[in-house]
């Protein structure tokens, strides 16, 4: 059964760092595009946060670039995110998503055709 399941949400204070972890079972993360997305606190808008394809290459969304970095692990089958400096904009619901349909110039937007999503993990960033 596919599952992706966040973890390593919670209160951040304003400049440190935030790492969020993506445990995937059903599939080898090698397998497909993943990426991360989210939602501001009482926003239903979705926003592309990063992306990886199947080679490697990497994406960023223009409020994380320069502070975001996504990675991998092949032999544990999970996917990071890291975010630092953090900023009060990030506060918000973290998705990790897997297999991308459709241009990959087109991979952040609220409308992107991910097909597999997480549950998230809820991210609050404190002064």
């Known amino acids: 059964q596919v599952q992706l399941a966040e973890s390593g949400g919670g209160s951040v204070q304003a400049g440190g760092s935030l790492r969020l972890s993506c445990a995937v079972s059903?599939?080898?993360?090698?397998?497909?595009?993943m990426g991360w997305f989210r939602k501001a606190l009482g926003s239903e808008r979705r926003e592309g946060v990063a992306?990886?394809?199947?080679?490697?290459?990497?994406v960023y969304g223009e409020s994380v670039k320069g502070r975001a970095t996504i990675s991998k692990d092949h032999s544990a089958n999970v996917l990071y995110l890291t975010i630092a400096p953090l900023k009060f904009e990030d506060a918000g619901v973290y998705y990790c998503?897997?297999?991308?349909?459709?241009?990959?110039?087109?991979?952040?937007?609220?409308?992107?055709?991910?097909?597999?999503w997480g549950q998230g993990t809820e991210v609050t960033v404190s002064s």
């Open positions: 998503v897997a297999d991308y349909n459709g241009r990959w110039d087109g991979w952040y937007a609220p409308g992107a055709t991910w097909n597999r």
């Open positions: 059903g599939f080898p993360v090698s397998n497909y595009y």
């Open positions: 992306a990886m394809t199947t080679s490697g290459a990497t």
